[in-house]
């Protein structure tokens, strides 16, 4: 197991190091330059030529990336293109730990209310609860934000006049019930659909009726027999949706004025912000190399016949 | 009267002016409305209206803009311009202050200039703005160390030397770029400004980016201070009629999914309803007059005839944009009223479409493709769905759409490969030369159509140096004449903020064409 882990985090630096190659192979290749972005409709050749240069753009992509990776080393994620004179990491920093903040929220919310409703549904399977507790799940996971949030807005705010309209105060503020909630519905929705049809499933093994037949308690069997066996593949859901923590969620931080990750990621690629880009994929690959990592290593609590040798 | 009486009533005089400086002026309080996130608070470094809108409340310069859009004195309290109209002489003003009491000297003006111009600055608009006066180029070549056209004189004098005479360089002094910024807050620390110690009716009180920002008032400011205790800027977006419906925020644009409601006298909104002046902008299709079929100047003539901007404007745009005939807004200075442009003519367009190379068959015409900037899917834009409808109904002729994003947009643009191409261009500085020199002289970076007329060019080069200020708007003029005949362009629109909601107790908040430093005036009455 500790070789196992070892190997993985060898891995993870490798992994990284192509990440940022091929992001920056992307911005430089790609259409568009952030220079003329600053400049707008103002493009002096000389100036356009200058700005590059300083901006340390003229030189050829591999060195410049040699550049960078030295720099990111030493903990320097260079200045931001589009936000002038502001360092990448003051910028990413914070959104991150607000973007993470919320999207915890809505993957508590779901696990909460998903993996329940999952179990009822499971309960009375082929029943009108079951059919009903599926297709509501379908629904709200088939609605975009830009239908929940103006009708949550309406209900909370214009209506009922309880809670504020946007803004952001971490976890304990009234501000975050609704876009948790708009985060956590498809989420609700869809480890409900997964942990109903997985316990149907293991509902129908041997193993389970053996236990039945030995005069155990329900309870007991849902407990031990059941739900340990159907949350394997439950559990890998949630645990590579960790990663998505750290990427934000454009339209709801829109929607609700929360300063987080996603508009930033937004704006920076429309920019060509290529310090935040680069810095925004390295994040976000590492935190998928994390989330499979923590999957892998719960299969072996929740699953001891899983072994990594 | 006796001596007495005249004494009460001056000791009375007096304790009313004594009780106006220690009491905060009437209508203060705060003042909450959404922002755009700006790219920095560098004035310097300021590019965009974004960034401008709070730079100019919090930073200033020699001189600024009045709500009259005039070139009025700021922190000079005068200046002097020598014969040969190339040295501009300042004189500061006595109690011109920096927010933490700093007295404003000539040496902080020349710091700040050469500052702007130092390559290490990064600053892509100084070229354009400072670039007139002696020395800058080349301390932004790197070939020396001071701005030798800037020069102290003494503490309260500066001088500076352009290299030619330019009637509109004051004009460009008000943009921040021109802005003076106190050294020694610049260099304790590169982000610096995030605790701003600037000259501008307002204190910069907090910063948190992507949240908000809050100004708070500059009780000494030298041209008399604001009202308002404080302004709120939520930056974090949010949805902009909802707040202020339920009161989180007192001024919001009105988009066009909400003007119908907004406009209905039923609503009590509709009594918060303002109608805004037009932008100082102007939105066109730029025709690059070296392709076909471009280079005939009838097509282009013909294109601009075959459509009806009014019925564009008032119907599918819901009178939210002013129709263009002319390429310099209305109010914007040099402005003449009386020039018609190309109106509404369909006859008039077919016959023009019969007489050119092409011929009146479309289907000889080469293929036109108009590239329109956007991003992520967004619909190309219900004006231009309106336009291309009369362009086939009128002339027979279909335009094809291919839409680009922005930054792809702008490359294809600067490299003249764009055959047909919407934008708009929005003012920098109030004077014609902004529009009229930067976008038609032939030798112009910014001019993308390729558009070249020598005698145009000749009116161009002659207003730049007219020291007459109503001889130089009629030199503007003809060109502009010339220039709308010749038709580089079809003319769209000049937008604006369009509709805006106004919270009752908001008083004096203007709605300006411009970027200029407004919320000083703007009070509050419960």
Redesign the interface.
Known sequence: MGAYILRRLIWTPILLLIVGLVTFLLNFYGPGDPVQIIMQQYQDPAVVERVREQRGLDKPVLVQYGIYIGNALRGNLGESFKYRGQTVASLIGKRVWVSSQLGLAALILSIVLGIPLGMLAARWQGRWQDTSIISGALLFYSMPVFITAPFLLMLFVLWLGILPSHGWGGLFDLRVVMPALILGLPGIAFIARMSRNSIVEVLSQDYVRTARAKGLHELRVYWHHVLRNAMIPVFTVIGLSLATLVSGAIVTETYFGIPGIGRLALDAFFARDYPIITALSLMIAAAYVLANLIVDIGYRFIDPRIRYD | MKAKTVLTILMALMLLLVGCAKQPPAGGGELVRLGD?P??L?PH?T??VDSAVIVVEVFGGLVTLDTNLKVVPDLAEKWSISSDRKTYTFTLRRDAKFHNGKAVTANDVKWSLERAAD??T?S??V??YLGDIVGVRAK?AGESQEVSGVRVIDDRTIEITIDAPKTYFLAKLTYPTAFVLDRDNVEAS??W?KQPNGTGPFKLKEY????LIILERFPDYHLGPARLDTVKF??????PM??Y??D?IQITGVGLADLDRVRDPSSPLSKELHTATPGFQTSYLGMNVSRPPFDDIKVRQALSYAINKDVVASTVLAGRVKPAYTILPPGFPGYSADLTGLRYDPEKARKLLAESKYGADPARLPRITLTVPG?LGTAVGLDLEAILAMWRDNLGIQVDVQQV????F??D??ARRLQMYA?A?VADYPDPQNFLDLLFHSQS??N?TGYSNPEVDRLLEAARTEPDETARFQLYRQAEQIILEDAPWVLLWHPGEGYVLIKPEVKNYLLLPIVVPRYRFVYLEK
């Open positions: 996130e790219s920095t560098d470094l590019s965009d390559p290490k990064l892509t608009t070229d354009t932004l590169t982000e400004f948190l980016p992507g949240e939520f930056l974090g977006g949010g949805t909802v707040m419906e339920n989180e991003a994003e922005f930054a792809t702008l490359r643009l600067d934008i261009w970076i910014n993308q």
